[in-house]
């Protein structure tokens, strides 16, 4: 059982920069990936970033390539999201996962086994 802990999560101007963590616990495997998620109201959850181990393989969604970064501390078990230039458009709770299945796609939510309860992300006009 892995449960995961964000935080970092606040309200910034357009343009600011915020970086959020992930904290593991429990049993975490040396081979699992981390995602973030976003998911604002009335949206469908959406696919941000997701870093597996094995040469710490990054994968970007498009929209945010250039503007978010992923890293993984195994020693710590802590995955954080960096981001900048943050747009109103970045406003949503924020959600980690971990343990990708590798029987589905890095960016499909159904392939992370436990999730994060999500850190808010407001960014103001």
């Known amino acids: 059982q892995v449960q995961l802990a964000e935080s970092g999560g606040g309200s910034v101007e357009t343009g600011g920069s915020l970086t959020l963590s992930c904290v593991a616990s429990g049993v975490v495997r040396a081979t699992d990936c981390m995602a973030w998620f976003r998911q604002n109201q009335g949206k469908e959850r959406e696919w941000v970033a997701t870093?597996?181990?094995?040469?710490?393989?990054?994968y970007y969604a498009d929209s945010l390539k250039g503007r978010v970064t992923i890293s993984l501390d195994r020693f710590k078990n802590m995955a954080s999201l960096q981001m900048e230039s943050l747009e109103p458009e970045d406003t949503a709770m924020y959600y980690c996962?971990?343990?990708?299945?590798?029987?589905?796609?890095?960016?499909?939510?159904?392939?992370?086994?436990?999730w994060g309860q999500g850190t808010q992300v407001v960014v103001s006009s």
């Open positions: 870093i597996c181990p094995g040469g710490y393989r990054r």
């Open positions: 996962a971990a343990r990708w299945s590798g029987s589905h796609q890095y960016f499909d939510p159904t392939g992370y086994t436990y």
